[in-house]
């Protein structure tokens, strides 16, 4: 059973290649759950648009949103733009 929408986009496949990038660009070795689905297909929108947590969250509810899931790719994904290495305060990227 898929987890993505039948109507999203189909990106690219996740290379290896990305997955060493992404690792360096934040100095970390990404879940093995996360690539496990990318593998699957790369990003997109989900099924779904929220998920079930343990916690109460600041709307009162039990739920947060969660309708994407970011791929990797250079310039795409979680190495998207100079505006996503901005607001997430990145320090060490690495050139493409």
């Given at each position: 059973?898929?987890?993505w929408?039948k109507d999203?986009?189909?990106?690219?496949?996740?290379?290896?290649k990305n997955?060493?990038?992404?690792?360096?660009?934040?100095g970390?070795t990404l879940?093995?759950?996360?690539?496990?689905v990318?593998k699957?297909q790369?990003g997109?929108y989900?099924?779904?648009?929220a998920?079930?947590v343990?916690?109460?969250?600041d709307?009162g509810?039990g739920?947060?949103?969660?309708?994407?899931?970011y791929?990797?790719?250079?310039?795409?994904?979680i190495?998207?733009?100079?505006?996503?290495k901005e607001?997430?305060e990145?320090r060490k990227?690495?050139?493409f």
């Open positions: 059973m898929s987890i929408e999203s986009d189909k990106p690219n496949r996740l290379t290896q997955i060493e990038l992404a690792e360096k660009t934040f970390v879940p093995k759950s996360y690539l496990k990318l699957e790369n997109g989900l099924k779904t648009d998920v079930h343990d916690f109460v969250n709307d509810e739920f947060i949103l969660f309708d994407s899931l791929g990797i790719e250079p310039d795409e994904g190495l998207a733009t100079e505006y996503l607001e997430w990145l990227i690495i050139s």
